[in-house]
């Protein structure tokens, strides 16, 4: 079955803080990972993640991924409030669809 | 334009009324998805339209009823839904299924509650 596991389940940091959010999968015919961001709403696209080692980055926010590992991760450097969300990881399932794991909920204490 | 517009915002029914949930893209996309959330918990597929056919249904009791009426549109029928129906039902599209093009872009959502 196919699975994806998030880790820490809940971080709380200070502003200014580097925080590393984990990824890991077991996915038939694996095709892509995928980074959102959720706030009170519907998730946001963050970064899609096909090729291991190459780095995505936007801003403080950048992201790899390990196929050997079967993981990736994402980083927040110099973290601010705005950066308090849920972080949800996706891997394309083997029906097509995405299989979501259960969200890191980072907090960003001023 | 990565926009995915969902209608209504928010909606209160009762048990024994019909509503629908409307959801509309403009990026040519080919799949449409509906998904379920409940709090702190991830979205929770329901359905799948590929090229405006149903691809996937996870099981979803049959008082939900998906429609899609054309490539841009994508509806949620209710009928005598129940109180732990509650929940924010999101609409979300991407370029394709089961391939490289499978990035999904979400719209805000409809917030639901059953009475």
């Known amino acids: 079955e196919d699975k994806v596991v998030q880790s820490p389940l809940s971080l709380v940091v200070h502003e200014g803080d580097t925080v590393t959010l984990n990824c890991s999968y077991e996915v038939t015919n694996f095709r892509s990972l995928l980074w959102y961001k959720q706030e009170k709403k519907a998730p946001t696209f963050l970064f899609m993640l096909?090729?291991?080692?190459i780095e995505k980055k936007s801003g403080r926010l950048s992201s790899i991924l390990d196929k050997k590992e079967l993981s990736s991760i994402l980083n927040i450097t110099a973290t601010q409030t705005g950066d308090s969300a849920i972080y949800l990881c996706a891997v394309g399932g083997s029906q097509g669809n995405l299989i979501f794991g259960k969200g890191t909920k980072l907090s960003v204490k001023p | 334009d990565t926009e995915v517009t969902q209608t209504p915002k928010h909606l209160v029914m009762g048990m024994t009324n019909k509503k629908s949930l409307k959801c509309e893209q403009h990026?040519?996309?080919?799949?449409m998805y509906w998904y379920k959330q409940k709090a702190k918990k991830p979205p929770e597929l329901m359905f799948v339209y590929s090229y405006e056919k149903l691809s996937i249904n996870e099981s979803v009791p049959s008082r939900f009823s998906p429609e899609c009426p054309n490539s841009s549109l994508l509806n949620l029928h209710l009928h005598a839904l129940q109180p732990e129906d509650s929940a924010l039902y999101l609409c979300a599209s991407s370029q394709a299924v089961g391939t490289r093009q499978e990035t999904q872009y979400f719209g805000p959502g409809t917030r639901l509650l059953v009475l």
């Open positions: 096909t090729s291991s080692g």
């Open positions: 990026m040519g996309h080919r799949a």
